[in-house]
């Protein structure tokens, strides 16, 4: 099987990522969300990294005009996967939509076509048995932001063919990516080790034992960390943090329990980066401080 039209769903920081990811690489991309806003700031955002890339010269100009010409945008789930060899879910985090999106995916999609969901989390035999080809789904797990990450993430499900599991690792080599797969398991690799993280690191600014800075600059120094697990928290967002934290819980036991001042945080709104604060203070010009 030959991929050469890739659809992805939700235009969000994931699923926009990918979309340049996939173009950049050569591919024809249909980028398809339920709301027209979400597709011009996709627009937008992917314009802006072509040009961050060609100030850097790491991309020419006119290489940076074909990238944006191969990727359509749409907001009709029908038109985005009619022709599509392999569709990419990067829908939000939440079970029941992902398998709503699954059913329709396998409904309109041509037979051939593999889906795969870019979960961090969930179950991808759950994913596969909302559809009519479980042999042709699997997980793939980019990291963000995926134009810069190396990293891809292979979920097996249950049923996912070795056919399906090449063309997958076919597909994210061409997308310049190195892979690591894994089973069908909670958390997958990275999520189960970050979510630990996460909640250790978070308990010990609880417990007054160091500052989130000394935490931090003690992974980054001391573990090789390119990032230290708090800060690492605030990019990912504190809400999708304690959603992690809560689900590992549920399905892996008290070790994931996050902390009061955690949840606290994201009541109150200060999900990190994207919210201008969360463990740090952010703003737009020079980031944390």
Known sequence: MSVERIAVLGAGTMGHGI????????FAVALQDVSEDALSRAQGQIAWSLERLVEKGRLERADAQQVTERIRTTTVLAEAVAEADFVIEAVPEQLELKLSVFGEVDRL????AVIVSNTSQFSITRLAAATGRPDRVCGMHFFNPP?????????RGERTSDETHRVVEETAARMGKETVTCKDSPGFITTRLIGLLWVEALRLVEEGVASPED??????????H???????ADWSGLDVALAVADSLKERLGERFLTTPTHRNLVHAGFVGRKAGKGIYTYDNESGKH
């Open 19 to 26: 979309a340049q990811v996939a173009a950049m690489s050569g």
């Open 109 to 112: 999609a041509p037979p051939h």
């Open 147 to 155: 134009a810069l990450m190396k990293l891809v993430e292979i979920a």
């Open 215 to 224: 935490i931090d600059k003690a992974c980054r120094l001391g573990l090789g």
């Open 226 to 232: 390119a990032m230290g697990p708090l800060e690492t």
